[in-house]
């Protein structure tokens, strides 16, 4: 199955700030690659679809790149209510596969 | 609006099954796919398997294969998720979401296994 390597695990940084999490796939994923973000309780968001597409309602400064075995997903100036655990997931071949996560706190 | 509720929160002795609900609205069911994922408790995600509404075609991770059962029920719009010989490993969060990748999700369900 694909591994998907997120990092860092944690990242503290403060409102306004740019955030720049990475995921890394054992093999190509080409761009089916989503990130989705967790509030604590609450079930995941999808924020970002095929590397690159924002999902419906998801603010502009969530931005996606990559293809094949590295992503990005940054966020531009971070607002208070960004601070959250955000996974990245591959559809690319079974068994989809999601990342350890990246906890981003204040 | 699209919405997945799911049933009610579950508490399982080991060894026994238990079988989660969700039920679609908002949509036509048969035209997306549904996958459950669940979480442990403070821990991260894990895939456990897709259904196609539409035809039954299913995929299942490997860890629970043998274990697991998916199903829809398309007159109501349902999906079901059933778990077999179930260990305290099992004790998690279980989460139904629609299409690739997964835009709308269930509120979750919480199984929890124990003596």
């Known amino acids: 199955e694909i591994v998907l390597t997120q990092s860092p695990a944690t990242l503290s940084l403060s409102p306004g700030e740019r955030a720049t999490l990475s995921c890394r796939a054992s093999?190509?994923?080409?761009?089916?690659l989503a990130w989705f973000q967790q509030m604590p309780g609450q079930a995941p968001r999808l924020l970002i679809s095929d590397a690159s597409n924002r999902a419906t309602g998801i603010p502009a400064r969530f931005s996606g790149s990559g293809s094949g075995t590295d992503f990005t997903l940054t966020i531009r100036s971070l607002e208070p209510e960004d601070f959250a655990v955000y996974y990245c997931q591959q559809r690319s071949v079974w068994p989809y596969t999601f990342g350890q996560g990246t906890r981003l706190e204040l | 609006q699209v919405q997945l509720v799911q049933s009610g929160a579950e508490v399982k002795k080991p060894g026994a099954s238990v079988k989660v609900s969700c039920t679609a609205s908002?949509?036509?069911?048969?035209?997306?796919?549904i996958n459950w994922v669940r979480q442990a408790p403070g821990q991260g995600l894990e895939w456990m398997g897709w259904i196609n509404p539409h035809n039954g075609n299913r995929n299942y991770a490997q860890k629970v294969q043998g274990r697991l059962t998916m199903t829809t029920d398309t007159s109501t719009s349902t999906a079901y998720m059933e778990l077999s010989s179930l260990t305290s490993d099992d004790t998690a969060v279980y989460y139904c979401a629609r299409g690739d990748p997964s835009d709308y999700w269930g509120q979750g369900t919480l199984v929890t296994v124990s003596s």
């Open positions: 093999q190509s994923v080409s761009i089916y």
């Open positions: 908002g949509y036509i069911f048969n035209n997306f796919g």
